[in-house]
């Protein structure tokens, strides 16, 4: 596998690989997620809680986030980029090969969220060549870049986006207001257009919220009904904050659940567990 190893390494120091576009501030950790040139990986495991078709997963949990939603579960290492231990690539790659040994169906690298890590990600990834027989999946909040996507490109056999937010309505925009990235819709779904457009594989993640059926759910599972082939996995598991004192503090309805469904289902959508 030829990857573009010098064109990604240059992100550590001058990073495009998100649209906050830090540039020179990724070298000293100051840029919007705060990651620096040092990885940092929060936990890795075999991981049955994936999609049916994916686990168990050999899950790679990465610190650092390039989003910030106020309904985060995964705080405490996707806020905290220096969380966790930091490995090179050879010593992860020795372990996607012993965690594939011990039955795992595919790689997974998440986070936080794995943008800020594809220079590692591609680094390791090449090491491991052809002793890895499962597939590679990168599961992001895909708030991405072109650049990244180019990067990707080769070495990703399956993409998970997270689609969790709706378009602007009025102005406003749930992407920015709960998960600190502007212009979320335009991005995201260009994102996941682009990648269809050039036929790989992407399994569509969307978190059911309470109270976000209309802003979020419906245009989100509308939008996905015009790319036949894609999978769709409803995200059912919503744990409200302590913090949460708006919509966002209740509990997730079985009748959101239900409403979601039928219509995921009466699209057409291909949903998947």
């Known amino acids: ?6 064109n990604a390494q240059s992100h550590l120091t001058d990073c495009y690989l998100c649209p906050h576009n830090c540039g020179v501030e990724r070298a000293t950790a100051s840029g919007f997620c705060r990651v620096g040139q040092q990885s940092y990986i929060a936990s890795e495991m075999l991981h049955i809680g994936e999609e049916a078709c994916l686990s168990p997963a050999h899950a790679i949990f990465f610190s650092g986030c390039t989003a910030t939603c106020t309904f985060c579960t995964a705080a405490k290492f996707a806020f905290r980029p ?5 490995v090179s690539p050879q010593q992860l790659a020795a372990r996607i090969v012993q965690r594939q040994a011990e039955g795992a169906r595919s790689v997974n690298f998440v986070g936080g969220d ?3 890590h594809i220079p590692f990600i591609l680094e ?5 060549g052809s002793q890895r027989q499962i597939p590679s999946v990168f599961n992001s909040n895909f708030y991405l870049t072109n650049d990244a996507l180019d990067l990707l490109d080769g070495a990703i056999d399956i993409y998970l986006p997270d689609l969790k937010f ?3 309505v009025n102005g406003e925009e749930c992407g920015a207001q709960l998960g600190g990235m502007p212009d979320y819709w335009r991005i995201v779904t260009g994102c996941i257009d682009r990648l269809y457009g050039e036929g790989k594989r ?6 059911l919220m309470p109270s976000h059926m209309e802003c979020c759910t419906e245009p989100v599972l509308k939008w996905l009904a015009n790319y036949p082939g894609v999978e769709v996995s409803l995200l059912t598991q919503y744990v409200a904050p302590a913090h ?3 919509a966002l503090a209740q509990v997730l309805s079985e009748r959101e659940v239900m409403d979601s469904t039928t219509l995921a289902r009466g699209l057409g959508l ?3 567990e």
């Open 166 to 168: 709706g378009p602007p």
């Open 124 to 128: 390791t990834l090449q090491l491991v």
């Open 1 to 6: 596998m030829k990857l573009s190893l010098p």
């Open 202 to 207: 992407l399994i569509v993640r969307h978190l």
């Open 114 to 116: 794995p943008a800020p």
């Open 82 to 86: 220096t969380y966790g231990v930091t």
């Open 244 to 246: 949460a004192t708006d």
């Open 270 to 272: 291909q949903l998947i």
